[in-house]
């Protein structure tokens, strides 16, 4: 017998042999399931608990304030109320209206914390801003209608006379508060513009402070002689 299987094993070669090591190899796998399997449960059972722990989170933006606290603190969530700081989209806004929630994401655990950030009246002012137009050089007639079409509120000033102003025609735009400059560039709606102009007395003044500046610095100038003592 043993003659016949030393025979058998000699016509198969190599896979005889791993036909003799299956056996063992197999008894080896169903041993390390058998060992692993109350792990693997255990873990699935843990990732089942936590998934009991998450809910989803509704849309709440765009919602009154106290409505969506009241929906994501009957979930089971903490929410604080963040005022949101004025931006241009919010201009249209209504008071108490949520804007944004913090985390964003469609799912949260229960009983962490979730930013409402909403807008008020002054927020919702604040942001209906527009960019500060620049009306220098303009007719002060319709830098002023040009204003008004923008929303704000512009008030006309005499300039002071300087001789800047010399070459400049009357009724000319020539300074403005604010003035369109690298740390102002917006403007709430319905703003005060003061808008600084020029007339025709006011150039005449700035062409004479001109000409006295330049008679003085083409008057010649005294040399000074110092007596030598002897």
Known sequence: ???KERSIG???GPVGKVLRVLPDSTELINKTIEETAPIISKELDSRRENKKLYRDVPEVVELDITRAKDILEDLGFITQEVLAKPMKKYQNKTAGEVV???????KAKIGSLIKLYYVDEQV?????QREL???IGMNVEEAKEFLLNEGLKPVLKLATPHKKYAHTHENIVVDSDPKLDLFHKYVKTGSLIYLYYVNDYVVKQSKQLLEEKTVKETKPKKTLFFKHKK
């Open 1 to 3: 017998m043993a003659k």
């Open 133 to 135: 137009p620049d009306v």
């Open 10 to 12: 000699k016509l198969l």
């Open 100 to 106: 944004a929630i913090s985390p964003k994401g469609k």
């Open 124 to 128: 919702i002012s604040e942001s209906r």
